[in-house]
C-alpha cells in the first residue's frame, strides 16, 4: 500500500514550547523506571514493556540545521509488503523531528515523521507515523533532536473487543544531556 505524503519542516523550540496534545492521548506518563546511563539498549526496555524519559530542556548546542530534514531516510516500514526484511526494532539518535500529512483518503490529517540515526552510524530511518498508534507513541514520548530513541514494532494486535486489529508499536525516549 502506497501513500504519498507533503512533508513540512517544522523547527521545534524546546524552551516555552506548548506540548503536543492528541484528542485521542488524555495524559503522559507520569512515573518511567531509570536507564542506566551507560545503557545504549533502548529496544531491550521496550522488549520488556518498561519505557524510560527524563525531562530535560537544554538549548545550549543547538543547532538549528539539523533540525531541517532531507527525508533522505529509509523508510521504516516492516509490517508493510515489500519491507518483511527490516528489523523489528530500530534505535539511534533523533536527526529530525516534524510532521508529514496523509492522503486524503487516509484522513489527510498531520502526522509525526522522525529521521533517526541507527546506532551503527550509518543507516538513516525515516519513520512516519501513519499508524495510529506508533503516530500516539511518538506524540507521547515527545522526542526531540539529539535524543536517543527505540521503537519496536510488536505486530498486529486484536483491540479489546476482539473486532478489530491494529499495529502495535512501543516508543521510548532517552533525553540528550
Not at 529509509?74 to 508529514?100: K, L, N, R, S
Request: charged share 30%; glycine share 10%; no cysteine.
Amino acid at each position: 500500500m502506497a501513500t504519498t505524503a507533503r512533508k513540512t519542516t517544522t523547527a521545534r523550540k524546546t524552551t516555552a514550547a506548548k506540548p503536543r496534545t492528541n484528542s485521542r492521548a488524555t495524559t503522559k506518563a507520569a512515573v518511567a523506571p531509570e536507564v542506566d546511563d551507560d545503557d545504549d539498549d533502548l529496544l531491550g526496555g521496550l522488549q520488556a514493556e518498561s519505557k524510560a524519559e527524563s525531562n530535560q530542556d537544554d538549548d545550549e548546542g543547538l543547532d538549528l540545521l539539523s533540525m531541517i530534514g532531507e527525508d533522505a531516510g529509509t523508510p521504516w516500514v516492516p509490517w508493510a509488503d515489500g519491507y518483511e526484511e527490516q528489523p523489528t526494532g530500530i534505535q539511534g539518535t533523533v536527526t529530525h523531528v516534524g510532521t508529514v500529512t496523509q492522503d486524503d483518503k487516509y484522513g489527510g490529517g498531520e502526522v509525526a515523521y522522525l529521521e533517526i540515526l541507527d546506532r551503527d552510524g550509518e543507516t538513516q530511518w525515516s519513520v512516519r507515523g501513519y499508524a495510529t498508534v506508533l503516530n500516539n507513541q511518538i506524540e507521547k514520548s515527545d522526542p526531540n533532536v539529539g535524543d536517543k530513541i527505540g521503537i519496536l514494532y510488536r505486530g498486529l494486535k486484536a483491540n479489546r473487543k476482539g473486532d478489530n486489529d491494529y499495529h502495535d508499536f512501543g516508543v521510548v525516549v532517552k533525553r540528550a544531556r
